[in-house]
């Protein structure tokens, strides 16, 4: 027995309650709607639909009966799932006279049926008697279950709605006779009744007595009927969803479940493809103004969705993005229309008497066309029927054409608060212009509830993720892939994992990591990787496919992409371009591109205008010291760059600030590898050349085409070990140490130390990498191991030049350089977004 409340000693408020076919599919769905209805203190009018599949079952019967063929095995699988489900929840005593009526009734149904095969055809009257009895043996199963589970708290009634709905038929559909059904119902549960009612849904009767039904989605109508009769201060429609959500989960991974919306906002969605609730089943509540609420019978605790004649908070400007496929758009165009009344009437007239339904209406002021929508199906026959009634228009020039464009769809954003907020639809359309999403139709109503547009339907999809990511995700909400989750890489990755929450909390800032890849595998998750655990998913993840990684991360349900290279490839640095062109954001510490060919280089610069999107690599100098920042900044704002020069490399810092003569400069190499501010192959910094790459870059942003052959460099890598491994060249290197003390002594007899400096000058336009000797009162003698120096000399910082000063090696200092630049592109997204 299920816990229940004590029989209430005063009177009670309605509640009425629609629970849907999924919900009452078999006895162990039944047994979860008694817990639900055991959780109200209020009188329950319980509708209840046909267990799932049998209405379908039933109308299946009457067309194989109409058409001659065997109904015994659709007949027998009814009869077994209602025994079985009644023996279940009633125990076999117990369901004896459930099932007795019930299967007088299937005789009925058996009559019917070989009545059916003799006529060769089933009358509509015929399918509503037949169609209506799932809802009755629910019904009736549910409320002889519900006498026993309540038996001691609370009265239980069955009501047959065909007993009480009284039904007209009308143009629009089935038409409540209220003043007939209200004493009707009041004979079954009288004013004074304390308990709960079993209702069945979909089923009702005409003036003669005769059952009918109330059309698809007819028990969500009778759910509200019956709220209405009953004077209810709510409706709650349980389905298998958790509420309404902003757009289809099936096509926009990111919808979400929406709290509250008005009467009018559900319509609009509704009659616009979301699946919410059908608009003329909300009539009866609406004319009440009784809330409905859309609930999930399997996740009962979730509020679900609240609708209203007003919703209590303002929430987002647009409350659903839903659409339409199967859509053809018709146009009737020609200079003969223009100025001359009764156009628009004698088209739509003539549709009207054709039984064809518009869904949407689109006409210039200059009257010279008219276009409209209608379902794909019925697009011949709208385009016989216009070309009928303008005829001799036609014939006459004055009406050029009547073109039919099949394959559309249409696309509509819903939100009352759209109403006197400027730039809802400037946001709409623009959001599909970036989305390359070509609009062939727009209408938007006075009340500018509902902006539509029609487009073609293969776009549905990508235009729906990416109206929804505008309108309801965070402008800078990033979906980020990283390439080369190495030292630099891992750490980068450590500090998202460290800082994400707080940033999505204080600054609504959603960065999601969506795919981590490496010259071998490939990580990728449709959310987001959890990054607490990368490392060990990362270790399991499949081979590469690097064509795969940059679809991933540019999915077109999330407003931004970004790829962060944290390699030293040149292969990844020769896809920038391609990345741009496809309006990808990259972030790199990767010199290589930046650094190379200067034709590639403003490629780049090129390529990011015009996609309108964000190349940012300022850990390419100086790790995360704002250099090219500063630089940048300098440049803009009208500043004379004269010379820029510093040390540019923390691993030649390092070597000689620790360097002094007294131990080998090899060992001291050895330590700084062993402590990671080498390069895996320390001659790739002894060369130079990582300094020359820098110091191009450098002069590239003030203004000089440099290339990297033209910068004079002076490698301290002996020539004599160039070919030789990693491995054989640490161990040969102790072999030079030689010269590199010799030139060390001769500094410090000036008084002087050695450092590794670029110099860059402007107004010579020219670039030298070497090592020099400075006065220990030189800013460039005055630093601490890792540390990079860079000094501006420019118009404004002359006398006293600009120095930028701090660590420039390290995974995490050069890992945080990154992090800036993402934050940067967050910034620069969110202003473009406003």
């Given at each position: 027995?299920?816990?229940t409340?004590?029989k ?7 509640t ?7 919900s ?22 319980i ?11 039933l ?12 109904v ?13 489900s ?37 009358s ?29 708290s609370?009265?239980?009634v ?7 709905l ?8 089935p ?5 007939a ?18 209702i ?21 109508y009778?759910?509200?009927?019956f ?52 608009p003329?089943?909300?009539a ?10 859309i ?7 979730h ?6 004649a ?11 993005i ?10 009737l165009e020609?200079?003969?229309m ?6 628009a ?45 303008f005829?001799v228009?036609l ?32 946001k ?12 062939r ?27 929804h ?10 979906s980020i ?14 500090q998202?994992a ?20 490496d ?13 607490g655990g990368?490392?060990?998913a ?15 991360v540019q999915?077109d ?6 790829l ?12 920038y ?17 930046h650094?190379?060919p ?24 100086g ?13 803009a704002?009208?500043?004379e ?5 510093g ?20 060992e ?17 910094d ?27 460099v ?25 010269p590199?003390?010799k ?9 002087r ?25 030189h ?10 120096i ?14 930028v ?11 945080a350089?990154i ?12 202003g473009?977004?406003?």
């Amino acid at each position: 027995m299920l816990a229940t409340a004590e029989k209430p000693l005063s009177p009670m408020s309605w509640t009425v309650h629609k629970f849907g076919g999924t919900s009452v599919a078999d006895a162990a769905c039944v047994r979860r709607v008694a817990g639900i209805v055991a959780g109200q203190p209020d009188n329950q009018g319980i509708v209840v639909s046909a267990m799932k599949g049998v209405t379908d079952d039933l109308l299946a019967l009457v067309d194989t009966a109409a058409r001659r063929e065997p109904v015994e095995a659709l007949l027998e699988k009814l009869r077994k799932r209602h025994e079985t489900s009644a023996v279940e929840l009633l125990g076999k005593t117990g369901a004896k006279p459930v099932l007795e009526q019930f299967n007088r009734e299937l005789g009925d149904i058996e009559s019917i049926l070989k009545a059916l095969t003799l006529v060769r055809s089933a009358s509509q009257r015929s399918r509503d008697l037949v169609s209506g009895l799932g809802e009755v043996w629910s019904a009736r199963q549910i409320a002889a279950f519900f006498q026993q589970e309540f038996a001691k708290s609370r009265d239980v009634v069955f009501v047959d709605a065909r007993e009480v709905l009284v039904v007209d038929k009308g143009e629009m559909g089935p038409v409540v006779a209220w003043d007939a059904s209200r004493p009707k119902l009041a004979q079954i549960v009288p004013p004074g009744f304390k308990g709960i009612a079993v209702i069945t849904g979909f089923v009702g009767a005409d003036r003669e007595g005769l059952p009918t039904t109330l059309g698809r989605n007819g028990s969500d109508y009778s759910g509200s009927i019956f709220g209405a009769l009953f004077d209810a201060t709510e409706v709650h429609i349980w389905t298998d969803v958790d509420g309404v959500m902003s757009g289809d989960p099936r096509r926009v991974p990111e919808a979400k479940i929406i709290d509250e919306m008005s009467y009018s906002e559900a319509m609009e969605l509704a009659y616009f493809g979301a699946k919410v609730i059908h608009p003329q089943t909300m009539a009866p509540a609406i004319g009440r103004g009784i809330p409905i609420w859309i609930r999930n019978t399997f996740n009962a605790s979730h509020p679900g969705t609240k609708i209203s004649a007003t919703t209590s908070q303002r929430g987002a400007v647009v409350k659903g993005i839903t659409g339409i496929d199967g859509v053809a758009l018709v146009n009737l165009e020609g200079a003969g229309m223009i100025g001359v009344p009764g156009t628009a009437d004698r088209l739509f007239g003539a549709l009207r008497d054709a039984s064809v339904s518009v869904m949407l209406i689109s006409q210039g002021s200059s009257e010279h066309s008219i276009c409209f929508a209608v379902s794909e199906e019925s697009a011949d026959h709208v385009r016989a029927v216009v070309e009928r009634a303008f005829a001799v228009e036609l014939d006459e020039g004055q009406v050029q054409r009547v073109e039919v464009t099949k394959g559309c769809g249409i696309l509509a954003v819903v939100g009352d608060d759209m109403a006197g907020v400027p730039g809802s639809a400037g946001k709409f359309f623009g959001t599909l212009g970036l989305a390359a999403i070509n609009v062939r139709a727009i209408a938007q109503g006075a009340s500018e509830r509902n902006i539509s547009a029609v487009i073609d339907a293969k776009d549905m999809t990508r235009a729906l993720r990416a109206v929804h990511s505008s309108f309801y995700l965070s402008a800078k909400t990033v979906s980020i892939g990283v390439i080369g989750p190495g030292s630099v890489g891992g750490a980068l990755l450590e500090q998202l994992a460290a800082a994400a929450p707080g940033l999505k909390e204080k600054f609504d800032l959603d960065l999601r990591v969506r795919a981590i890849a490496d010259s071998k595998r490939m990580l990728l998750e449709n959310h987001h990787v959890e990054l607490g655990g990368w490392r060990g998913a990362f270790a399991a993840a499949p081979k590469l496919d690097a064509a795969k990684v940059v679809d991933h991360v540019q999915t077109d349900y999330l407003p931004h992409s970004v790829l962060i290279d944290c390699t030293a490839s040149q292969s990844i640095a020769d896809r920038y371009a391609q990345w741009l062109e496809r309006g990808i954001h990259v972030i790199t510490p990767n010199k290589r591109a930046h650094s190379g060919p200067i034709a590639y280089y403003q490629d780049l610069k090129r390529l990011a205008r015009a996609s309108r999107t964000h190349f940012l690599y300022e850990a390419t100098v100086g790790a995360g010291l704002p250099v090219i920042h500063t630089l940048k900044d300098l440049v803009a704002t009208g500043d004379e760059i004269r010379s820029i020069s510093g040390i540019f490399s923390g691993t030649l810092a390092y070597l000689f600030n620790v360097y002094d003569g007294k131990r080998p400069f090899s060992e001291i190499v050895r330590e700084a590898k062993a402590r990671g501010y080498t390069e895996p192959d320390p001659r790739d910094d002894l060369s130079g050349m990582d300094v020359a790459r820098k110091a191009v870059i450098l002069a590239r942003e003030a203004g000089l085409t440099l290339e990297l052959s033209d910068v004079e460099v002076e490698s301290l890598a002996p020539a004599a070990l160039a070919n030789a491994s990693v491995d054989e060249f640490l161990k040969r290197l102790p072999d030079f140490d030689a010269p590199m003390a010799k030139r060390v002594q001769a500094a410090r007899a000036d008084g002087r130390v050695l450092r590794y400096v670029a110099a860059i000058d402007v107004k010579a336009r020219t670039a030298k990498v070497r090592l020099e000797a400075f006065e220990p009162s030189h800013p460039f003698a005055n630093i601490s191991l890792t540390d990079n120096i860079v000094q501006f000399v420019t118009g404004r910082y002359c006398d006293n030049p600009l120095i930028v000063r701090g660590p420039g090696a390290g995974p995490a200092v050069t890992a945080a350089g990154i992090f800036a630049d993402l934050l940067r592109l967050c910034s620069m997204l969110s202003g473009n977004q406003d």
